[in-house]
């Protein structure tokens, strides 16, 4: 927009003051310059009227991407006035004029009540002053085009954030009367006795006094009742009997839900810590710890509770920055908006902070939808697949109730829960919903190079730290496989399937690594070195400016033997600028040198000595390779890195001795960008570790291992591979996998050691010729070990300081059974479809035998047993029968490979059966008295237990009798009665293409049909629960959807069971104005019971749906139909305030007619105050062509 628009808004603002005045706002008028607007502001304390000035921050942006300026022209303007504008302008940003007067106005009017009541020293009186601008009345103009500044009070700096604590004083917010105290203090107790209704475990760990403004509160759930698979809690390091744990540091003002979404002037003083714990309350040490906070010294000798330590979780930094940064922003934006899903709301911030003009667009064409054309809508977010209903405390509408009764400590519990059970389909940076059809068990980012860059160098991704403490030889093979990558490429041992990407873009510094042939004297310091001694002599020629201390260098000269130009890596100590000499602390020699070259080493070698300044990104791939080497090379064992992290377990590897920039952005680099899931099955013999008892924690299965295999052999398995190549092998058998009763077979893959960097990240393939085609073009397996370890070509090359030294790695490999289908059979299997062959677990021959033997004598019990095909059986050494755990596959296709399971005993952790996981942790009852207490005199009991014959919170058992009965389900999810296909369409009128049909209409109700297609086709369909025929599809302004799947516990559900019904059918009629007014819905079939008769489910007596996401006020251009269906079906599912019951005495069989359900939607409507889209009563009364 333009100053156009400025000056309209200037007269449209003059109009709207003579009709309704703002309190205290006198002269409105334009300003001298474009973009500028004057007021005088009036006060019972000012002698005289203050005069403001607002100036656009950008004319050509407003109103949209700007913030206004504020000024005052008075000589001697009132103490405190200048301080609260530079406040106040940090509220405009996005603003229109209207609305920015309103709030700086009233922010000024309370700024001088506190100035007023300072100067006569009454401060206590002010909790008891009259808000002369009640928040009642912020919403009185909700006729503004665009009216989004709610949505950015959180989007400012930290820095502004900080600055606004003296302007939410003058607010009126913080108040040390006792009675404004109180208030607050049962509100916040109010909200957390709600959390803890639903079967949150909530305790105060500080601040329970009434004295207190400061409150630590840990509110938690055991990870058994987040209804994740055994596979994913595995694959995060979190045990079904910890619980997830967040932490809610709560300041002045509390966060109550009415003011963070009615005053966006609002800055609240809040932060979050997600991690885990043994127990659901943290000792009060680590929780202070983990929130940067001291603990005070009586907590402290109080807390003997060591054992209830507050854990991070592997994704604790992602989410804890998203929440603390977003969180109060979406729960704004959210309860202003009627968002159904945090997707959702997170896409509306994602336009609101990136393309304001586009969301005005949006917002505008609901009532002026012929003006804006199709494509200055932002596209539609990607589809929205809320949590699973099993999660007991996620199934609770928190955003159904008014705001007053809203809790925000639920919210935000809700909100961390979510995120953490589906962390996997969000990008961990910038939190969007990935674009993909597959539900990996590692989470990852999106495609911008800016995530990928913040998730390696940021820490935003899975934490290194947990990875080296939960799987340290897996960390330990990735290092040692790259290095073996990058090694033999430097040596020219490896052709170009070594390694195939190199981790550029990451800013990392490196020591030159080119051919020194090459090199100036100005690429090096020449220096004196005497490697005996370890001491280091610099060339008084050299500048020593740039050696320091405590750094690593890299150290090079010719060979006096062969030549060669060897490498060495040394830790400087102290370095002595005036004597220009350093101490050599730490020196890992060349590899080529030998023992007897060491012996022979004497006095000072004149060396070049290299510092970590040349920038990785300007090498070619060679001296990439050597950089790599260099850097890995001075990386300690993983073992002493472990070490290290468990005992200080507050410390990250940055405070690490020795340790460079360089050498932790390749480690996060190389563990993260392998999205394989990989688990440790057999153990290791560390001769590194100064600690063995430190090892007994690393987790090994040797319940899941292959046998027989000897100890030189340490054996992983792939939990789930990378995830592109597991959702192409899936789909390759998903078309074979009913047409036998082995639908894959096992075989073995060898390739030289320096090929497994690659594979990893790409997976097998052929592109490069290793050793010959001679059976043809494709991927070479083996049935046989032998045949395989032959092509595993051994050699000493490994990274020095790995605990594995690995000599050969091989695969096992799960292939497709169309032998037909092959290249060749015989000798060896040759597949040129590369999707149809995945890796299942790595053997990894060790030097030295560092490998323990898994110990599996023929007898011993394996939880289930592989019955592989006798044909084409796989063998181990020696050509023994292999015998393979079932654990190989991954866990949703155990229903699909029924053939392939030996009916073994089965393991002692079930799928989802969490009986004994239940709360069993008794609450402490100084947490729940203060919760359910009306006195405020901060005086509890000492701390006891509660005891059987105690009577505990009658919500918590319904919660915990609930809970225990969805978790005692079967192994695997029920299957659910409906069944595709089945509804007859001849019985349900159909409605010929309309008229008034446009091509923006079409277009887009196309992309819905072709998204929901792949929805459809890529979910089982008892998890996605509902369902369209396509197929039938002969209007697209009309679809039939059947709603199914539900709850098993609802009572609707129970009613459709007892009256043989599996399916909801409704009718979806989109409008001429769609997508810029809602869809009309109703229920066909089968009838509810009406709400006068005790019925529920937001269905109406005549069928309509009553939803305010159908409504003019509630639709928003970018909704998608998806999330229309869950909405709907959630709304079908609520028990609030009754739940949903189907009619038998009115006949379930009779439908719905179109007539009586637009009658119903407008009253309805009518009642609760919604604008009922301007197209509905035409869309719901188009007649049928076949009959009404």
Known sequence: MSSEQFDADVRSVRSRLETGPIPGVARFDHGKSDGEATFELSHSSLAAALPIRLVSSDIKAYPDDHHFILQTDAENPPPGI???????????????????????????????????????????????????????????????????????????????????????????????????RSQVRQKMKRDLRKARSVGIKVSILSGRGTKNSSHLISLSVRASKLGLSLEALEAWDIEPSEYIVLLFQIGEPYVAADQVVLDSTLSFNVGFRLGKC?????????????????????????????????????????????????????????????????????????????????????????????????????????????????????????????????????????????????????????????????????????????????????????????????R?????????????????????????????????????????????????????????????????????????????????????????????????????????????????????????????????????????????????????????????????????????????????????LKHYPGLTPAVLTLLQWIVASNRSCILQVTGVQDSHAT?????????????????????????????????????????????????????????????????????????????????????????????????????????????????????NVMALCEIINRPQNFVSTQPHYVLKDIDWVQCRYLVVKTHGATGMSADISADSEMSKEVLQDPLRKVYGPGRIDLRIPSKVFPSNRFEG????????????????????????????????????????????????????????????????????????????PPNTDFRPGTLDLTSIPRLALPAWANANSSKRLALDIKRLQQIQAETAVHELGWYVDFETIENMFQWIVELHSFDPILPLAQDMREAGISSVVLEVRFGRDYPYTPPFIRVIRPQFLPFMHGGGGHVTLGGAVCMELLTSDGWLPTTTMEAVFLSIKMAMSSSDPRPARLNARSGIC???????????????????????????????????????
């Open 691 to 807: 600690d063995q008892s430190m090892l007994q924690s690393i987790k090994v299965r040797t319940q899941e291992a292959l046998c027989p295999l000897t100890a030189e052999y340490v054996q992983f398995r792939f939990l789930q591979g990378t995830p592109d190549k597991e959702i192409r092998f899936q789909r390759a058998l998903s078309r074979f996998i009913d047409q036998t009763q082995f639908p894959t077979l096992f075989a073995w893959h060898g390739s030289s050691l320096s090929n497994w960097h690659s594979i990893l990240r790409q997976g097998l393939d052929f592109r490069n010729v290793a050793n010959g085609r001679t059976y043809g073009n494709g991927v070479y397996l083996s049935p046989f070990h032998e045949t395989s370890q032959g092509y595993a070509k051994s050699n000493s090359i490994y990274w020095p300081n790995s605990a594995l030294n690995a000599t």
């Open 472 to 652: 340290p030889y897996v960390v330990d093979l990735l290092i040692s496989l790259c290095y073996s990558s990058v090694r033999m490429s430097v040596n020219h041992l490896a052709g170009p399937h070594s390694i195939r990407e190199f981790p550029t873009g990451l800013c990392m510094k490196v020591p030159r690594s080119d051919s020194p042939e090459r090199q100036s004297s100005k690429d090096y310091i020449s220096v004196s070195v005497d490697l005996l001694k370890k001491q280091l002599f610099v060339n008084p020629k050299q500048d020593i400016g740039s050696i320091t201390g405590n750094t690593w260098v890299v150290l090079s000269r010719r060979s006096p033997y062969n030549h060669a130009w060897l490498r060495h890596q040394a830790y400087l100590g102290y370095v002595d600028n005036d004597k220009r000499t350093a101490e050599i602390q730490t020196l890992h020699l060349d590899p080529s040198i030998t023992a007897n070259d060491r012996t022979r080493v004497e006095g000072r070698v004149k060396m070049r000595l290299y510092v970590y300044n040349a920038q990785f990104d300007d090498l070619d791939s060679t001296g990439m390779a050597q950089a790599m080497v260099n850097v890995l090379e001075t990386l300690p064992p993983i073992c002493n890195l472990r070490e290290y992290l468990l005992r200080n377990p507050l410390q990250t």
């Open 1150 to 1188: 009779r439908d719905y007619s179109p007539l009586e359900a637009i009658q119903a939607f407008e009253r309805a409507a009518a009642r609760h105050g919604w604008t009922v889209p301007a197209d509905s009563r035409e869309n719901a009364l188009q007649v049928a062509s076949d009959r009404l």
């Open 897 to 972: 490979l029924k053939g392939h399971q030996e009916p073994r005993p089965s393991s002692k952790r079930t799928h989802t059966s969490f009986q004994a996981d239940l709360d069993t942790d008794e609450e402490d009852e100084a947490d729940l008295e203060v919760l359910y207490s009306d006195d405020e005199d901060g005086q509890l009991p000492p701390h006891k237990k509660i005891t059987s014959d105690m009577s505990p919170d009658p919500d918590l058992e319904d919660s915990n009798a609930e809970l225990q009965a969805e978790y005692q389900r079967p192994e695997t």
């Open 82 to 180: 200048v301080e609260a504008l530079g406040d106040l302008q940090n509220f405009t940003f996005g603003q229109n004029l209207y609305n920015s007067l309103r709030d700086v106005s009233r922010g000024l009017q309370r700024a001088l009540d506190l100035a007023a009541a300072q100067e006569d020293q009454d401060h206590d009186s002010w909790a008891d002053c009259e808000d002369p601008f009640p928040l009642d009345n912020a919403s009185d103009d909700d006729d503004d085009d665009f009216d989004n500044y709610d949505a950015f009070s959180d989007q400012v700096d930290d820095d502004a954030m900080h600055d606004t604590t003296k302007l939410q004083k003058s607010l009126n917010l913080v108040s040390d009367s006792p009675g404004a």
């Open 278 to 470: 043994s127990h659901y309350k943290p000792n009060v040490r680590s929780a202070h710890r983990a929130l940067g906070l001291e603990c005070p010294p009586h907590v402290a000798n109080d807390d003997d509770s060591g054992s209830r330590e507050f854990n991070k979780l592997f994704i604790s930094a992602s989410l804890d920055q998203f929440m603390n940064a977003e969180f109060l922003a979406l729960f704004r934006i959210r309860m202003a908006h009627g968002y159904d899903t945090w997707a959702d709301t997170t896409t509306h911030l994602k336009i609101l902070k990136f393309k304001p003009a586009h969301f005005a667009a949006a917002a505008k064409a609901k009532s002026t939808s012929k003006s804006v054309k199709a494509e200055a809508q932002p596209p539609p977010p990607p589809p929205i697949k809320d949590i699973a209903s099993s999660a007991a405390i996620l199934r609770f509408n928190s955003f159904s109730e008014p705001h007053s009764n809203v809790s925000t400590p639920l919210v935000a519990m809700q909100f961390a829960m979510h995120y953490l059970a589906r962390c996997t389909e969000y990008c961990l940076c910038c939190h969007q919903r990935l674009a993909q059809g597959f539900e990996a068990l590692k989470p990852f980012v999106c495609q911008e190079p800016l995530c990928l860059f913040q998730y390696i160098t940021m820490g935003f991704g899975p934490s290194i730290e947990d990875e080296i403490k939960s």
